[in-house]
């Protein structure tokens, strides 16, 4: 079983319109969680990083927040637009280790 | 653009070719690293250089051979690979080997490799 876990795994919705990834981890101390966004044939991309101590960090229209005593991360993404279409991926660092993929939750925007 | 150029894009081969993976970085980084992404399933942290030293194996197969000659450079040597081997191959760099001060990792856009 992974140590972290993403879902859905896939998800489709209607442009402008919002919604929530989910990443529950069982990584115990660790440093931070990072959220990244890959885009079909590229590489991922860091989108947030945040330490155990933060409950939240905005990019634009994303928003990650972090609840280190339920081992819960969510992805809030507002007013979708069609290049939001991609793969979203939790990683998260343990002290004095690697990081811990995900396998990602794909999003799919519809116009 | 990332800063991290990868070629070639795409790659078929054959189980008993021998080819390279070329990864080059742009951004002064002093640490590169490798990664195997299958299908639906989380990347794999392959190997890890710093300052060409390379100090990370995460119990690769000697079929996949990398080479550092210097900070901005990577290679990935692949012989007698299986058809198992076929996945996204992510080179990847950052200033320090480790993460835990917040540093990112900058991606390449991957080599898709095919092993018929």
């Known amino acids: 079983k992974n140590q972290v876990e993403q879902s859905p795994q896939s998800l489709i919705i209607l442009e402008g319109k919002n919604c929530t990834l989910q990443?529950?981890?069982?990584?115990?101390?660790?440093?931070?969680l990072r959220w990244y966004k890959q885009d079909t044939g590229r590489g991922p991309v860091s989108l947030t990083i945040?330490?155990?101590s933060e409950n939240t960090k905005s990019n634009g229209r994303y928003t990650a927040t972090l609840d280190a005593d339920t081992k819960q991360s969510s992805l809030h993404i507002t007013a979708s637009q069609l290049s939001d279409s991609a793969s979203y991926i939790c990683?998260?660092?343990?002290?004095?280790?690697?990081?811990?993929w995900g396998a990602g939750t794909k999003l799919i925007i519809k116009p | 653009e990332t800063g991290v150029t990868q070629t070639p894009r795409h790659l078929v081969m054959g189980m008993t070719n021998k080819k390279s993976l070329k990864c080059e970085q742009h951004?002064?980084?002093?640490?590169m690293y490798w990664y195997k992404q299958s299908a639906k399933k989380p990347l794999e942290l392959m190997f890890v250089?710093?300052?060409?030293?390379?100090?990370e194996n995460n119990s690769v197969p000697s079929r996949f051979s990398p080479e550092c000659p210097n900070s901005s450079h990577l290679f990935l040597h692949l012989h007698t690979l299986q058809p198992e081997d076929s996945a996204l191959y992510l080179c990847?760099?950052?200033?320090?080997?480790?993460?835990?001060?917040?540093?990112?990792?900058?991606f390449g856009s991957g080599t898709q490799l095919s092993v018929l």
């Open positions: 990847a760099s950052s200033q320090a080997p480790r993460q835990d001060q917040g540093e990112k990792l900058f």
């Open positions: 951004l002064g980084h002093n640490a």
């Open positions: 250089y710093n300052f060409k030293e390379q100090t």
């Open positions: 990443c529950n981890y069982t990584v115990s101390p660790f440093s931070n």
């Open positions: 945040m330490t155990f």
């Open positions: 990683v998260v660092l343990p002290r004095n280790y690697q990081l811990i």
